[in-house]
């Protein structure tokens, strides 16, 4: 039966049996480790789910909140919507909303899952926005704002230990780096940039692609 799910269904799958199981950096590990491990089960991926389900157990509520998700995004999307906005401006939007009424492992796996949804629903970015309005509620106009003037040069230091970190094989922390500079300023183009090249180095060139595209809007 899992043999006909798709490459999106399975990630899908994978992301609501690791959420109801782990938290905090356990589960981001095993978040940000679904695409390499779709690559290297790709034509097995029933059995990938059925070692999920044993070592974490199957989710409470499975697959409920992504089939919801679907249902509102994959309603009609005109021309005019797809050619309006950019993958930057929906990330930005999305990670407003999900700042301005979230917080916690909540808010980092929500902002972490942004790349994905946006793949997920390429050309139905304003369905995707006003599914997340509607769930979470709209964003606070005062959010981006606050965050924009907060650069100090330590933030410049931390990029460049970031990046040495990312050269020489620490993924972890880099990442732990990436995470508490993106909190204090999520407006940095340098820390996109570093984030780019942190997703490129361990194999995921979608998200480091669309980290990239989110540094150049903010350059």
């Not at 356990?26 to 089960?41: C, G, P």
């Not at 992504?66 to 050619?83: D, I």
């Not at 508490?180 to 998200?207: C, P, Q, T």
């Amino acid at each position: 039966m899992a043999g006909n799910l798709s490459r999106e269904e399975v990630s899908a799958r994978l992301e609501a049996i690791f959420s109801s199981a782990l938290e905090g950096r356990e589960l981001e590990k095993a978040l940000t480790s679904i695409d390499k491990r779709l690559d290297k089960f790709e034509g097995k991926w029933g059995g990938l789910i059925k070692w999920a389900e044993q070592k974490y157990g199957k989710p409470e509520d499975s697959g409920q909140q992504p089939q919801e998700e679907t249902q509102q995004v994959q309603q009609e999307t005109t021309p005019s919507e797809k050619a309006e906005m950019s993958r930057a401006e929906a990330f930005n939007s999305l990670e407003s909303i999900f700042r301005s009424n979230l917080e916690g492992g909540e808010l980092e796996k929500m902002v972490g899952s942004i790349d994905k949804r946006l793949d997920k629903f390429e050309g139905k970015w304003p369905k995707l926005i006003l599914w997340a309005e509607e769930k979470y509620g709209k964003a606070d106009p005062n959010q981006v704002v606050v965050t924009e003037v907060t650069e100090t040069p330590q933030e410049t230091h931390g990029v460049e230990q970031t990046l040495e970190f990312i050269i020489s094989g620490n993924y972890e922390s880099a990442l732990s780096n990436l995470k508490k500079m993106i909190s204090e300023n999520h407006s940095d183009s340098d820390v996109w940039n570093a984030f780019s090249s942190y997703f490129s180095s361990i194999g995921l060139s979608g998200r480091a692609k669309a980290c990239e595209e989110r540094a150049s809007s903010l350059s």
